[in-house]
């Protein structure tokens, strides 16, 4: 019995320990200051919103997300954005309305999930579809908000296998499927009760909607936590300052910057005039 217990306990800490490097390898790198909501406008209207929970530590609370996304599904056209962000940004609008003569303001209006000092490129990239193409605005981390860019890339990549697994979510009957894309394997669940060819990120082609899926290491997770049936205004924000770049170059700059953002961003010492650097583990979504 003794034995017993000392095996079990050490799996669980092998256990916790993989789960907590995994954890670990997503960069620590600083969000940039908050742009507020800005100029924008309505493209569309979307009878569909989707609710995601990226990378929860516990999917009924939102505190332990990486972020919390909306997808939004109108007819020819979506957008998946960072719900934490825009409350984020609203905030910050109404802080300046109400303080207008402030020299300073809050970083950090609101404290959404966890990480949330942290800048990630799955949280500050939104997503629009349209006649077959994504067009994904990406922002940058602190420091590098030169670099903002926009880039474009054909939809519905990956090619999926189906599988006849099955599972509930949300109270849908969701099927599995599997894909390679990109040097990882993902398995998806969608369910063709919701028919539409989207997902989270850029994840989609399957004959329904993703709810969710997942590397095979578990690195990166979404899940539909909530979805919702109305009239959402599909709005698109000004982008002042993004400049258009291939996705190589930019993923190029965002795993560097998770990997190492001081000497990404060319940070420098006061004294000795060497750049800084501070590596960090990282491990990206797509490994190409």
Known sequence: MKTFSIITLTLLFICFSLTLHAQEKQGRVMRPNSRGIGKCSVIGQAPIKVIYALNANDINDEHTYLDSQVLLIGKG???????????????????????PNANSMPRICFSGGRNSQYWSEYQFTDIYSANGIYTCYATMPWAMERYNAFYTEPMYQQHWTLSDEQLSILGYDCQKATCLWRGRTFEAWFTTKIPTRLGPWIFGGLPGLILKIYDKDHLYTWEAVEIKSGNFPIIKSEYKGFVKDTREHVYKLQVAANRDHLRTAGARDYQSGQLKSKPYPYEPLEKE
């Not at 825009?86 to 109400?98: G, Y």
Request: glycine share 0%; aromatic share 14%; no cysteine.
């Open 77 to 99: 056209l979506s957008k998946l954005y960072s719900r934490f962000l825009e409350l984020n940004d609203s905030l910050h609008d109404d802080f300046i309305k109400q303080n």
